[in-house]
Nanobody, 122 residues
Framework: VQLVESGGGLVQAGGSLRLSCAAS????????IGWFRQAPGKDPEGVSC????????YPADSVKGRFTISKDYAKNTVYLQMNSLKPEDTAVYYC????????????????WGQGTQVTVSS
């Protein structure tokens, strides 16, 4: 299983980014796929998760209404559309997968990627 995140970068506050998580070695529909972020000096924070059993969830109240998770079955890719970005969204964003379901902790997932940096300037 390999997960490759992309789409991060530097954006001004109020801007948008779309992160991608390309999965190989598995069928996304059979797995829960989550997005986490980790700011310097902080623990990973669950941002969103999508699975066939729960649909899409957004554990972080701070992103509700601004971030949207989606899947493209044909491309084996999960996206995180991030709008109205704020400086506090600055972090390394990781995607993670697990066959069982969505977990609140990144390290409970079976696999995760290397991350993509998102920096939001004020």
């Amino acid at each position: 299983v390999q997960l490759v995140e992309s789409g991060g970068g530097l954006v001004q506050a109020g801007g948008s980014l779309r992160l991608s998580c390309a999965a190989s070695g598995l069928t996304p529909d059979d797995y829960a796929i989550g997005w986490f972020r980790q700011a310097p000096g902080k623990d990973p924070e669950g941002v969103s998760c999508i699975s066939s059993s729960v649909g899409s969830i957004y554990p972080a109240d701070s992103v509700k209404g601004r971030f949207t998770i989606s899947k493209d079955y044909a491309k084996n890719t999960v996206y995180l559309q991030m709008n109205s970005l704020k400086p506090e969204d600055t972090a390394v964003y990781y995607c993670a997968v697990d066959r069982i379901g969505c977990f609140p902790n990144l390290y409970d997932y079976a696999y995760w990627g290397q991350g993509t940096q998102v920096t939001v300037s004020s």
